[in-house]
């Protein structure tokens, strides 16, 4: 819930979240940054997507996610028809990942 306020505010605010949190180094805080704004992105988006109920003649469109289910820490977004799970082996495979194997 604190990536969610936190891209909420840095939104609001027209601010880096590194910024607002304090991170000095420029590069920690530019991957600061890209976390909590590819968080804050994907609760945003998921928040917003809706599916239709009833006929089709009087539609109503009802919230697919609450944000209590989007903010629970257990929650994980379904994956899409053309995604698979991969874990660390499908992030290895990605373009401009760089991943090191540690010994």
Do not use: H
Not at 17 to 43: C, E, H, K
Not at 68 to 74: F, I, K, P
């Amino acid at each position: 819930m604190q990536v969610w306020r936190l891209y909420q505010t840095a939104k609001a605010t027209s601010q880096r979240p590194s910024d607002l949190v304090g991170v000095s180094d420029r590069y920690a805080a530019l991957q600061f940054d890209n976390a909590i704004m590819m968080v804050g992105s994907a609760i945003d988006n998921a928040a917003q997507e809706t599916y239709k109920t009833g006929p089709d003649d009087r539609p109503r469109w009802e919230r697919k996610y609450t944000m209590r289910q989007l903010l629970d820490n257990d929650f994980k977004l379904p994956l899409g028809d053309d995604e698979e799970e991969g874990g660390y082996d499908a992030m290895s495979e990605v373009d401009g990942i760089v991943t090191r194997e540690i010994k």
